[in-house]
């Protein structure tokens, strides 16, 4: 049987720490009782795991004990760490740099990684997502980049899976982080008897939907600045990213470069995220048809509108319009 350590931190907590321990403690408890039921062997033997056997999880009402202290378990297979407010090795309390440098040496003995939300910060910590993909909350994007330059976040990804490490975006979309997990060491059919149980959508690997796009704006290049408040007050119009450089003395090739450093997009794509960062807006809040918003935001080509909107948000125009809007 395979060992589950589900971390338990005492300390940098929120609700949503909470919320990740029992909804990971239920899901995979549900998915033993199935395959126990079907005449199987559970796969995993689940451990709520501490930095130490003296300090608990305790948020207001609600407490949460370790069952178990990293000093007693010598291998594990598999890792959760629940989202938490852990930014960075630096800023950690004494037991959450435990947990950090218990994690590393975990995966360096093969056990795998999965992270919630939030989490994401903590296993940065560890340095296991030097140069892989990771995921997490939207709106955290821009700190996490920050802190973590080396690593290729992708906040539009719901779920992230490479060499043994799993992340997830924000907030309750840990819950479709499980669903994955339970498909893959559980199989199919066990995922989805958790799904409908938990009733819990299968298979969504994005969260572009959900997000809400703000430019990275916490960087030093005051050319990148100008260029991102010109296309932000100018996105309507009909934008030359040539022209853009060439008015701020800068080369096309080290302008795109220079803002890809400051904000990891290109010129073109951040103009494109602000335009249909607008429209989902107007979707959202207006009677408009799709071709006025497309007029609006700066499209004058349908299928080019569609195909940049889909890209972006995971749905249609239309998709959007009716799912966001109560009188679509």
């Avoid at 971390?7 to 033993?32: K, R, W």
């Avoid at 939030?118 to 709106?139: E, I, Q, R, V």
């Avoid at 309507?236 to 080369?251: A, F, N, P, R, T």
Wanted: hydrophobic share 35%; net charge neutral; charged share 25%.
């Amino acid at each position: 049987m395979k060992h589950l350590s589900i971390l338990v931190p005492d300390d940098q907590t929120t609700m949503s720490t909470s919320a990740c321990i029992i909804g990971s403690y239920h899901i995979f408890t549900e998915a033993n009782k199935f395959l126990e039921r079907k005449g199987g062997e559970p796969i995993f033997k689940i451990s709520l795991v501490g930095a130490t056997n003296d300090d608990f999880l305790e948020d207001r009402f609600l407490s949460i004990k370790q069952e178990v202290a990293i000093a007693e378990i010598d291998e594990t297979d598999l890792i959760i760490i629940p989202a938490s407010l852990v930014r960075d090795y630096k800023t950690a309390t004494k037991n959450n740099k435990l947990l950090i440098n218990w994690i590393a040496k975990q995966y360096r003995q093969r056990a795998e990684v999965a992270s919630m939300c939030a989490g994401g910060f903590m296993l940065a910590s560890t340095g296991l997502l030097s140069g892989k993909n990771c995921s997490t909350h939207w709106a955290m994007a821009d700190e996490f980049r920050s802190l973590f330059p080396g690593v290729n976040l992708q906040t539009d990804k719901l779920i992230t899976d490479e060499n043994g490490i799993y992340t997830n975006g924000g907030a309750y979309s840990f819950l479709h982080l499980l669903m994955y997990l339970v498909e893959k060491f559980y199989g199919r059919p066990t995922a989805i008897h958790c799904a409908k149980y938990f009733q819990v959508d299968l298979d969504r690997n994005l969260q572009a939907e959900f997000s809400i796009f703000n430019g990275h704006k916490k960087h030093n290049d005051d050319v990148v600045l100008n260029a991102q408040n010109f296309i932000e007050e100018n996105y309507q119009d009909k934008i030359s990213i040539e022209e853009l450089s060439s008015s701020l003395g800068v080369g096309r090739r080290t302008f795109d470069r220079r803002f890809i450093k400051a904000t990891s997009l290109t010129p073109l794509d951040y103009l494109q995220r602000i335009r249909i960062e607008v429209a989902k807006k107007s979707f959202e809040n207006s009677r408009k048809s799709v071709y006025e918003v497309m007029f609006d935001v700066g499209y004058n080509d349908t299928k080019s509108f569609r195909d940049v909107f889909s890209r972006i948000t995971g749905m249609s125009p239309v998709d959007y319009k009716s799912k966001y809007n109560k009188n679509s």
